[in-house]
């Protein structure tokens, strides 16, 4: 394997392996709004504010919220309005 090829596959493997963490951060933290749920945006304020991103932007959790609920770990339960966009958004919570 020359060395492109190296750093490649290199970069994959950390890509995969930060992708698992934040998946897994996500599902610990949605667990703590039980069966509320919480919306992308709270949840990633939520996360911000315990220091997991150096932004609350939303764009930190919706597609690991995505891959959550395509694997069937959390499901939208309803739409409500967002306590920080003051928007209907779904709400998201962990299947149990």
């Known amino acids: 394997?020359?060395?492109k090829?190296?750093?490649?596959r290199e970069s994959y493997?950390?890509?995969?392996?930060?992708?698992g963490?934040?998946?897994?951060?996500?599902?610990s933290e949605l667990l703590n709004y039980?069966?509320?749920g919480a919306t992308?945006?709270?949840?990633?304020?939520f996360m911000w504010k315990k220091g997991y991103f150096v932004t609350p932007e939303r764009n930190?959790?919706?597609?690991?919220?995505?891959?959550l609920e395509k694997s069937g770990h959390v499901f939208v339960?309803?739409?409500r309005m967002c306590s920080i966009t003051k928007r209907n958004c779904a709400v998201y919570i962990v299947k149990i």
């Open 34 to 36: 039980g069966q509320d």
């Open 21 to 27: 963490q934040r998946q897994l951060d996500v599902y």
């Open 60 to 67: 930190r959790v919706h597609p690991r919220l995505h891959e």
């Open 77 to 79: 339960k309803e739409k």
């Open 40 to 45: 992308a945006n709270e949840l990633s304020h």
């Open 13 to 19: 493997d950390e890509v995969l392996e930060t992708l």
């Open 1 to 3: 394997m020359g060395i």
């Open 5 to 8: 090829e190296e750093t490649r």
